[in-house]
Each structure stands twice: as structure tokens, then as C-alpha cells.
């Protein structure tokens, strides 16, 4: 055999790892491409924050910072009631959450474990529910909170906000319940546990990664929501996100201002997301596998 089959034989000698190569700095490029178009957004709402005010309506803006002051921060909590809303905000967002997992949770639970006439038809339903626009609903649920005296009123906001989270979160929940091997919990109640107790020391910790994935879905839904809040609730009960409204006028937008009133909102996710990053990224992929 001379050199050159030998060559033919492993294929060029270079040419198989540099196909890898190629393919693998591509991805990469994708995905810095992927990242600086989600990114940029947020970058430039940090940029117009912190600086000046006059900068910020530029009619040429530089994408480099030109000057750095915390004057817009001091204009936006001036420019209106802050803390306010961001508390009722964090009141239904938390609300929702806890009320969300709990009910999402035992609902979950109920159709994947437990065989009753209609649980197909229940699970075709929890998906319908999802398709429907919110603002086709907008109407009918102004119509019956007012019939029910909930208008105005942030339990109002709260079972409104359930409407749309709650089948989501059921649907999401039920995915990781079903990973679960249900011969764990029978082999805790041959052990002697009671099946609530199978359920809470056996399926519970195997779902907290789920719960905690939906549970920060369910709270940027409901704390990043505008289109109910500003419907269903007064000026003098207004949340995070409607507040924002407060810095257009008929003079115009202050941009640099709400960009740092932006700012301070997102400030409770990020401190969210860092708290629970860990369990999120393993809820995120432990749905995704068969248990």
C-alpha cells in the first residue's frame, strides 16, 4: 500500500476534523448573533437610562455611552408614585405564583396520575385555552368582575391573571409529573406511606425544579402584564408596568426617564432569576427527558 491510499483511506488526513470545526464556528456565530439581537434591547435601555436627558432624544444617538448620571433615576421616582406600584405588582405577581402552583400543581397531578371520565376532553381544553387571544376576553371579563364587585381591586387583577397562567402552568406541570415513575410512589406506600405522603416525599422533590421553572414564568407573565392592569384598575391602583405611562404627556415622551423607571422594574426578575437560575436550567431540561 503506498502513502497515497493510505491517505485516500483516512479520508485526506485533515479533511473530517476540519468539517466539525467549520460546523462548530458557525453555531458559535449563530448564537453571538442570536445573543447580541436579544441583547441590545436591554442594552440600550441601560445606555438611555444613565444618560443625560438631552442625549436620550438625539435625532444622531451614539451607541456608546456619551455621559453617565443619575439624574433620569431621581426624575422618575419624582415623576410619580414608584414604590406604590411596584408593590402592588409584587403583591399580584406573588400571588398569582403561589396561588398558580398550588392549584397548577394538584390539578397536574389529578390528570396525570388519576383515570376519570372527560380527562382527555380536560386536557383538549386546558390547550384551547391557551389559543385564545387575551384581548378578545378583555369584555366579558370587565363585565363579570364588575358583576362581581372585583373591579378595581387587585383580587380582581389576581383571578384575572390566573385565567391565563393557570393552563399553562397545569400543562407544563403535568409534563414533568408524567416523567415521573409512578412505581416510586407505589413503592413508598408499600414502605407504609399514605399516597400524600408518597406524593410529598417523593414526587415533590423530583418536581421543585419544574415548579420553580414555572413559578418564574408565571411571575414575569403577571408582573410584566400592561393591557389588563390598565383596564381593570384606577390610576390610584395602578401596577409597575401601567406606572410607565406616567412619562408620556402632551408635550411628549421622556424617554430617558422611563428608560430608567424600566430599569428599576426589571431589577426584581433579575434578582429572581439569580436566586432560582439553577433550578430553572434543570426544570427547563428534566421535562424534556423520560424518566
Known amino acids: 500500500m503506498t502513502i497515497m491510499d493510505a491517505v485516500a483511506r483516512t479520508g485526506g488526513g485533515t479533511g473530517r476534523t476540519s468539517r466539525?470545526?467549520?460546523?462548530?464556528?458557525?453555531?458559535?456565530?449563530?448564537?453571538?448573533?442570536?445573543?447580541?439581537?436579544?441583547?441590545?434591547?436591554?442594552?440600550?435601555?441601560?445606555?438611555?437610562?444613565?444618560?443625560?436627558?438631552k442625549d436620550a432624544i438625539d435625532p444622531d444617538p451614539s451607541l456608546l455611552p456619551t455621559g453617565l448620571t443619575l439624574s433620569n433615576f431621581s426624575r422618575a421616582l419624582d415623576i410619580a408614585d414608584f414604590w406604590g406600584p411596584v408593590g402592588r405588582s409584587l403583591i399580584v405577581s406573588l400571588s398569582v405564583v403561589a396561588i398558580g402552583v398550588v392549584v397548577g400543581t394538584l390539578a397536574a397531578l389529578a390528570i396525570s396520575r388519576f383515570a376519570f371520565r372527560g380527562r382527555k376532553i380536560v386536557i383538549v381544553g386546558i390547550l384551547a385555552v391557551q389559543m385564545v387571544p387575551l384581548v378578545a376576553m378583555i369584555i366579558p371579563v370587565f363585565l363579570l368582575l364588575n358583576d362581581l364587585d372585583q373591579y378595581d381591586k387587585l383580587s380582581g387583577l389576581i383571578i384575572t391573571y390566573l385565567t391565563f397562567i393557570l393552563p399553562f402552568t397545569v400543562w407544563t406541570l403535568r409534563g414533568f409529573i408524567?416523567?415521573?415513575?409512578?412505581?416510586?410512589?407505589?413503592?413508598?406506600?408499600?414502605?407504609?406511606?399514605?399516597?400524600?405522603?408518597?406524593?410529598?416525599?417523593?414526587?415533590?422533590?423530583?418536581?421543585?425544579?419544574?415548579?420553580?421553572?414555572?413559578?418564574?414564568?408565571?411571575?414575569?407573565?403577571?408582573?410584566n402584564e400592561y393591557l389588563y392592569a390598565l383596564m381593570l384598575l384606577s390610576q390610584k391602583n395602578q401596577t409597575a408596568t401601567v406606572w410607565l405611562g406616567n412619562f408620556t404627556t402632551k408635550h411628549g415622551t421622556e424617554y430617558a426617564p422611563m428608560m430608567a423607571g424600566s430599569t428599576m422594574m426589571a431589577v426584581p426578575i433579575v434578582v429572581l432569576f439569580l436566586l432560582v437560575q439553577r433550578k430553572m436550567a434543570a426544570g427547563l431540561t428534566a421535562g424534556a427527558v423520560k424518566g
Open 20 to 53: 466539525p470545526r467549520k460546523s462548530k464556528a458557525g453555531w458559535n456565530l449563530l448564537g453571538l448573533l442570536v445573543f447580541v439581537t436579544a441583547g441590545f434591547p436591554v442594552y440600550w435601555m441601560l445606555n438611555t437610562a444613565f444618560k443625560p436627558a
Open 178 to 223: 408524567v416523567n415521573i415513575p409512578k412505581e416510586l410512589e407505589e413503592a413508598a406506600m408499600v414502605d407504609g406511606c399514605s399516597p400524600t405522603g408518597a406524593f410529598l416525599r417523593v414526587v415533590f422533590p423530583l418536581l421543585a425544579p419544574g415548579m420553580v421553572a414555572t413559578s418564574v414564568y408565571a411571575f414575569i407573565q403577571a408582573w
